[in-house]
């Protein structure tokens, strides 16, 4: 699925959502400044897997732009206007009374949300375990969405400040993905040629 035809998605589930659709977020301890940022749209889905179709007869979710300023890392010179305005790489759906259910459009997104540039000491990123942590927190930190651990530490790696857990199992779990399991290419050293 291409970039346009997320956005045409994402478009055609804002035109149908209401406001009155919206009083679940707002229930569930999310700001209005928050929903206005990231943009709701209200919509139902069948979910298979790790992904989503949308399906009139469905479930009721919420989709949520997953904006990125570089593909490559969640780091963004204004990360609240790459939450804002950022290019949509996929699209997310969840409901706030599954907090720990969630399922992506295409598969794409690694994570969800944008840090500072992590260099001058930067602060500690917060990283939440749910979107709906994640939207409760003003949209501020990051939300680990890919399953695959060489991704989540690749991610959690960058965070050069250190990483502010939600509790202490929510520590020991992001500790875990730190720990380095997979095993490293073998390093050599050139031989010297000889010079005649």
């Not at 990125?68 to 609240?80: F, I, K, T, Y």
């Not at 699209?91 to 598969?107: E, I, K, S, T």
């Not at 530490?153 to 875990?176: F, K, T, V």
């Amino acid at each position: 699925m291409t970039g346009a035809n997320l956005v045409a998605e994402y478009r055609a589930a804002l035109r149908s959502t209401q406001l009155d659709d919206l009083h679940p977020l707002l229930a569930a301890g999310i700001s209005p400044e928050t929903i206005a940022a990231v943009v709701p749209a209200s919509t139902r889905i069948a979910v298979a897997g790790s992904t989503y179709q949308p399906d009139p007869d469905g479930g009721s979710a919420y989709l949520l732009p997953v904006r990125v300023d570089n593909p490559l890392s969640p780091e963004a010179g204004d990360p609240s206007e790459t939450v804002r305005a950022g290019p949509i790489v996929d699209l997310l759906a969840m409901h706030p009374a599954q907090p720990g259910r969630w399922a992506l459009r295409c598969d794409a997104a690694e994570w969800l949300g944008t840090i500072e540039p992590q260099y001058l000491d930067p602060s500690p990123v917060p990283v939440w375990r749910s979107p709906l942590a994640w939207l409760r927190a003003d949209c501020r930190g990051l939300v680990l969405l890919s399953r695959d651990r060489r991704d989540q530490y690749r991610i959690l790696a960058g965070c050069l400040g250190g990483i502010l857990a939600e509790d202490p199992r929510h520590a020991m779990e992001l500790r875990r993905v730190l720990e380095h399991s997979w095993p490293a290419p073998r390093v050599f050293v050139r031989e010297a040629r000889r010079v005649a």
